[in-house]
């Protein structure tokens, strides 16, 4: 990497679902990059575990919960500074053993994956939002999947919740417009070799598997790599948009 390329030198950003899989490539990756890092996880001994490994912040709590994140965020900027670089990654691909197609799913189901997909991606955008407006610079950088493009099948509140994700991004960059050098982005990875896949079933990682040309899955390396520099102020002329990170299954 060359000197001062994609460096994130004083920045300070927090990563949700910062504990394992991708999430945790992104902050290891953010942290070589010399940003502070909060790890924001549900699982204290996970964030407490990245946090260590990379000089961090371990930050514990739900992001479904408004008090949690308004103690959260408290503890970052207390501890590290005001954020510059909110990664919204935490996400969750069903309730568990519930892998159903539409007609047999129940409201539960939804709410589940909703609640944390994408109301907890909105209230920790809006953790942040009042100060990155304030000093008129951040970046924002949200965890879709190619799922929100084109739908799996039994994984309709996961899809729809995706696709959420992907248009959410959309209305807030425009939001922003006019508000500084905000940029916010979205990533949508197909099939990663992470923990999350162990919600789902042999057929379902088969099936999604077969859809990607390079005949692999991707690595949370390779996401950790983009998302850093969407995290960059070199990121400065895209906004709005929706990187596919496929291995060839996405080329439009």
Known sequence: MADGMFRLDGKVAVVTGGGQGIGEAICRRLAAGGAKVGVFDLNAANAERVATAIGGVPLVGDLTKEADLDRVFGEIVKSAGPVDVLVNNAGVASKPGRDVPIW?????????????????????????????????????????????????????????????????????????????????????????????????????????????????????????????????????????????????????
């Open 104 to 252: 047999e799913s129940e409201r539960a189901d939804w709410e589940f994956v909703m609640n944390i997909n994408v109301t907890g991606l909105v209230l920790c955008c809006k953790a942040v939002l009042p100060g990155m407006i304030a000093r008129q610079y951040g970046r924002i950088v949200n965890i879709a999947s190619i799922a929100g493009k084109e739908g799996n099948p039994k994984m309709a509140p996961y899809s729809a919740s995706k696709a959420a994700v992907i248009c959410l991004t959309k209305s807030l960059s425009k939001e922003l417009i006019g508000k500084g050098d905000i940029c916010v982005n979205s990533v949508a990875p197909a099939v990663i070799q992470t923990p999350i896949l162990d919600q789902l079933n042999e057929e379902q990682v088969k099936m999604m598997l077969s859809k990607i040309p390079l005949g692999r899955t991707g690595k949370p390396d390779e996401v950790a790599a983009l998302v850093h520099f969407l995290s960059s102020a070199d990121c400065s002329f895209t906004t709005g948009f929706c990187f596919d990170i496929s291995g060839g299954r996405a080329t439009y």
